[in-house]
């Protein structure tokens, strides 16, 4: 009986050396380089692979043609005793996301809430990410940031709203609740790694050039445009379309960033994209007393519900990702797919930098399946 080849993943550290080394090699200090790595590693650890090392070559794109500035580092435009205004000064999102929730957390502590907006940024990784920053110092986190048309409202034919991605994260007693969602039917990164594994796309989520619904990646893709959160108007798009306004009110109007058609797409040129984001902190210590427990009471009423099939429970948000992370701990590393390894490998020969090493996984689970998180 042939022997299954071993299964490959890589070590986290591994993957953050190789990170690193690629966003140094193009200048970008080690500093803000660690920043970006761990939160692409953050998005693979949890299952989110369209988010993480799979955004890294989009990443070096924007340093190596000067439409981001790796070396920049955010400041205080404008501020209050519950509010401020930040100056991304075009430097990466990362790197102003971390620095916003740090400021409106700081803030949140000594009023109960705040929030924190900024402008002049670029593309910051997932939002699930800030949300926990704030559930570490035990505050409530609503994220929400702007990207460039992709979406196609309910009734138009060209893209004129990004994926406008939020988050919420709510801490509870050893527990968490973390929302991560775009206001699109998927992210564009959704698309991308569907691409990379050759697969087509389930219909309701991308449309082609003449307003069809699209299940080629690669046409999909090409044409820029995803649908709102919902699909058609038949089944409530608009819904989709009005949380993506939200989203445009709170983070591109609010800090005066760019928003709507005003944003240039992504990658199609050297052009500033100047995003926005916006930040918002809640230290339930102000409020009613035992938020913490309450919280927990919530999630296992929910958790504890009969399920239809008996081998699929009910899960809140945040519960899919965190199998995810104890199957990386478990494993000693992350899955990725051929496809990333032949990109980075190609990076690294362009780069100059030491290839991402990989080895055999531990026989600790029989499937090392790289599973990716469907956004609810």
């Known amino acids: 009986m042939a022997t299954a080849s071993p299964k490959v993943i890589t070590p986290v550290e591994e993957a953050r050396r190789f990170m690193v080394d690629c966003l140094k090699a193009v200048g970008m200090p080690e500093g803000n380089a660690v920043i970006i790595a761990d939160n692409l590693l953050e998005a693979d650890k949890r299952g989110l692979f369209s988010h993480g090392m799979n955004r890294l070559e989009r990443y070096i794109n924007d340093l190596k043609q000067g439409s981001a500035?790796?070396?920049a580092t955010p400041v205080v435009a404008?501020?209050?005793t519950s509010a401020v205004v930040v100056d991304g000064r075009n430097a990466m999102g990362s790197i102003v996301g971390t620095?916003?929730?740090?400021?409106?957390v700081k803030k949140a502590k000594e009023t109960g809430i705040a929030i924190a907006v900024a402008f002049n940024s670029n593309h910051f990784g997932i939002s699930g990410i800030y949300a926990k920053q704030a559930i570490k110092q035990g505050c409530l986190?609503?994220?929400f940031t702007n990207t460039s048309p992709i979406m196609v409202p309910t009734r138009a034919k060209q893209p004129a709203l990004g994926?406008?991605?939020?988050a919420m994260g709510a801490p509870g007693n050893g527990d968490e609740f973390v929302l991560d969602i775009a206001t699109t039917a998927v992210a564009i990164g959704k698309i991308e790694y569907y691409k990379r594994k050759n697969e087509k796309l389930p219909e309701g989520w991308a449309l082609n050039e003449e307003g069809e619904v699209?299940?080629?990646?690669?046409?999909?893709l090409k044409s820029g445009r995803l649908m709102p959160l919902g699909g058609t108007e038949l089944n409530s798009g608009y819904?989709?379309?009005?949380?993506?306004?939200l989203v445009e009110i709170l983070s591109g109007l609010l800090p005066g960033s760019n928003y709507g058609l005003l944003i240039p797409k992504w990658g199609a040129s050297t052009e500033i994209r100047n995003l926005g984001h916006c930040f918002i902190a809640i230290d339930p210590m102000h409020f009613v007393p035992g938020f913490q427990d309450r919280m927990t009471d919530l999630m296992e009423m929910m958790r504890n519900l009969e399920p239809i099939d008996p081998e699929r429970p009910v899960l809140v948000p945040g519960d899919v990702e965190r199998e995810n992370e104890e199957r990386v701990r478990k494993e000693g590393g992350i899955c990725y797919i051929q496809n990333q390894h032949d990109t980075n490998a190609k990076l690294a020969q362009e780069l100059g930098v030491q290839p991402m090493g990989s080895i055999a996984a531990r026989p600790l689970i029989d499937d090392c399946k790289c599973k990716e998180?469907?956004?609810k």
């Not at 620095?99 to 409106?104: E, I, N, T, V, Y």
């Not at 994926?163 to 939020?166: A, C, D, G, K, V």
């Not at 989709?240 to 306004?245: D, I, K, P, V």
Request: proline share 6%; hydrophobic share 35%; net charge negative.
């Open 69 to 71: 500035d790796g070396s």
């Open 78 to 80: 404008q501020e209050s």
């Open 99 to 104: 620095f916003c929730m740090d400021l409106a």
């Open 141 to 143: 986190g609503l994220i």
């Open 163 to 166: 994926t406008n991605p939020l």
């Open 214 to 220: 699209e299940t080629d990646p690669e046409i999909a």
């Open 239 to 245: 819904k989709g379309f009005g949380l993506g306004m």
């Open 373 to 375: 998180k469907k956004k």
